[in-house]
């Protein structure tokens, strides 16, 4: 899905000069990819959690199996 979107997706600069989607000259739907870059430049802008090794004792992942086990 995400691949459509990109493939549909132009880019045009704005008046400042940052790239932009503009949905007007896009041959499709953007909107999936439009949600991540915006959710990446939100994330971007946030520091990292300094450690979270404490979390790596609370939450423990679960043994997979393969499929292919008997």
């Not at 549909?8 to 400042?16: F, L, R, V």
């Not at 739907?29 to 991540?36: A, K, N």
């Not at 679960?62 to 008997?70: E, G, V, W």
Request: charged fraction near 25%; charge should be positive; hydrophobic fraction near 35%.
């Amino acid at each position: 899905m995400l691949s459509w979107c990109a493939m549909n997706a132009k880019a045009t600069p704005d008046p400042t000069g940052a790239r932009k989607f503009d949905k007007a000259k896009s041959t499709g739907r953007i909107d999936d990819l439009q949600t991540l870059t915006m959710a990446l430049g939100v994330a971007n802008r946030h520091e990292a959690e300094p450690d979270w090794t404490p979390m790596c004792e609370v939450v423990k992942p679960k043994t997979q199996r393969s499929i292919y086990a008997h």
